[in-house]
């Protein structure tokens, strides 16, 4: 477990080509939610210590955010985004200012998608169009390759959230922005996501996990200690000794049948939140997976 110790972060406020950094021992706290929809990985992060000349010009200047963190040298990036508010307050005799951030808020609001598609463009190729409209990097997750063909093209103009929302709902699919990309990730037939084919992250006692996973028909919440590489679309593998039902089929024979490994298995990654506090216990990431087969 010695791969624990030294608690990490790196907290970086932009303004243009100016930027403010702060890092340990700079006590912060932040709770940053990363899942699937169309606003994004959301963040609350709070700095103390800064003096009242800092705060004010952080106020009135800065307005992007990036927040690394982990343990060890290189704390992994767990949110990039725009500062939507600010909040400048006192608890006890310590001074902070919280910032509510938002993944590529600017970008998002201001994406918009005026264009016209000759017949039979492929659906993947409009749906690519319209999220490069978000100026990220786009990425496809499962397969896009049953779409039909829009047979007698298609024009848009509107906001690209909009029109990538109406194509979620039209051909099955989810998508989210985190700081470097969005992801486009298809579902199945029962509205699951699918998820990146890439290794499974191990979630044990060895790995961090804290206590039990909550176990539920399909889906399981578990947490670990701060690990950013868990991001949904991923997948984990579940390595568990213990075990909490949360549902009533705890009373049914079929689930002891359903469900051989107690817990144990490959889910992929729903939802995410990292919370820390640097000074205080919790440094942790919560995960919502769903069982693959």
Not at 124 to 147: Q, W, Y
Not at 172 to 194: C, H, Q, V
Not at 255 to 279: K, L, T, W
Request: proline residues 5%; hydrophobic residues 35%; charged residues 20%.
């Amino acid at each position: 477990m010695t791969q624990f110790l030294g608690r990490n972060y790196r907290l970086t406020l932009r303004s243009g080509a100016d930027e403010l950094v702060y890092e340990p021992p700079m006590q912060v706290t932040f709770s940053v939610d990363c899942k699937y929809g169309t606003e994004g990985s959301i963040a609350e992060i709070t700095l103390y210590g800064a003096s009242a000349k800092t705060r004010r010009a952080i106020y009135n200047k800065f307005d992007q955010v990036t927040l690394s963190a982990g343990y060890g040298n290189q704390p992994g990036l767990i949110f990039s985004g725009g500062v939507i508010n600010f909040e400048i307050g006192r608890e006890g005799v310590d001074s902070y200012i919280k910032f509510y951030c938002r993944t590529a808020a600017a970008k998002q609001a201001d994406g918009f998608i005026s264009k016209t598609w000759g017949e039979n463009t492929p659906q993947a190729d409009i749906i690519r169009e319209v999220a490069e409209a978000m100026l990220l990097p786009v990425e496809f997750v499962g397969d896009f390759s049953s779409l039909p063909k829009a047979i007698k093209g298609r024009s848009v103009c509107t906001s690209a959230t909009a029109c990538m929302n109406e194509l979620a709902r039209t051909h099955g699919f989810t998508w989210y922005m985190s700081g470097t990309r969005l992801t486009i990730i298809k579902l199945d037939e029962n509205g699951r996501p699918a998820s990146r084919q890439t290794p499974p992250h191990i979630v044990s006692a060895e790995t961090g996990m804290i206590g039990s996973p909550q176990i539920m028909p399909q889906q399981i919440e578990v947490s670990k200690k701060l690990d950013p590489a868990i991001m949904p679309g991923e997948r984990i593998d579940l390595r568990a000794n213990t075990r909490n039902f949360a549902f009533s089929g705890v009373y049914s024979a079929e689930m002891m049948e359903a469900d051989p490994a107690g817990g144990s298995g490959i889910y992929g990654v729903m939802n995410v939140r990292h919370e820390g506090d640097f000074h205080g216990d919790t440094w942790d990431t919560s995960i919502e997976g769903y069982r693959q087969a």
